[in-house]
């Protein structure tokens, strides 16, 4: 079945520490791929998008992501956190066979501490 | 360009009601999506509408509908509530219903059910 797999629920860092937010996916054939963050009692906010043109994707907030096919992986990463990022982080997936529908992972709460 | 809207934002109901939830596209946007989101389930695919028509469904039971209008606005209702339906509603649109399009979310409903 297809799926999508956020490693760690919660995930904590310092000021000024990479950040990492791991996502891996099932699917033989590469999807879609996107990073959402939402922030308390708000909807979720774009924070880049993979569409196959290339590997490495650059996003918003200073946030990027790497696809990499032989580990069906889109690990979101950032090189310094900042107090501002703390939130909830999902990767989505638009597998081709199921239509324009956004399979969610569970969501990584991302703290920063100073 | 303005953002998605949802309307209204919070909501309390009780069991055996129905409801009735608004969303106004990004303007232009003819796609609409509606998820779900609780603690237990995480984000949940509801249904897609395009050009009026439901191009897309969850696995939801049918007590959950939706419909779009002409100007591409979107309205879901849920009849016969129950205390599981407390979630937070979430409406997304794009341009088209194409697979790997970019889904904009609004802000979300807050409905509770009593």
């Known amino acids: 079945a297809q799926s999508v797999t956020q490693l760690g629920s919660h995930v904590s860092v310092s000021e000024g520490a990479l950040v990492l937010l791991r996502c891996n996916y099932s699917s033989s054939v590469p999807p879609y791929l996107f990073w959402y963050v939402q922030y308390p009692n708000q909807g979720l906010q774009l924070l880049l998008k993979y569409t196959s043109a290339a590997t490495l994707v650059k996003g918003i907030n200073g946030f990027e992501a790497e696809f990499k096919k032989s580990e069906t992986s889109f690990h979101l990463t950032k090189p310094s956190a900042h107090m501002s990022d703390a939130a909830e982080y999902f990767c989505a997936v638009n597998f081709r066979q199921a239509g324009t529908a956004l399979i969610f992972g569970k969501g990584t709460t991302l703290s920063v501490s100073s | 360009k303005a953002g998605v809207t949802q309307t209204p934002r919070y909501l309390i109901k009780t069991r055996g009601q129905q409801v009735t939830l608004s969303c106004s596209p990004i303007s232009g946007h003819r796609s609409v999506s509606w998820y779900q989101q609780t603690p237990g389930q995480g984000l949940q695919f509801l249904f897609e509408y395009f050009s009026e028509t439901q191009r897309n469904k969850g696995n939801f039971p049918g007590r959950f509908s939706g419909r779009q209008f002409s100007n591409s606005r979107s309205e879901m209702n849920v009849s016969t509530l129950e205390l599981g339906d407390s979630a937070l509603y979430l409406c997304?649109?794009?341009?088209?219903?194409?697979?790997?399009?970019?889904?904009?979310f609004g802000p979300g409903t807050r409905l509770l059910v009593l």
């Open positions: 997304a649109s794009s341009p088209r219903a194409s697979v790997g399009e970019t889904q904009y």
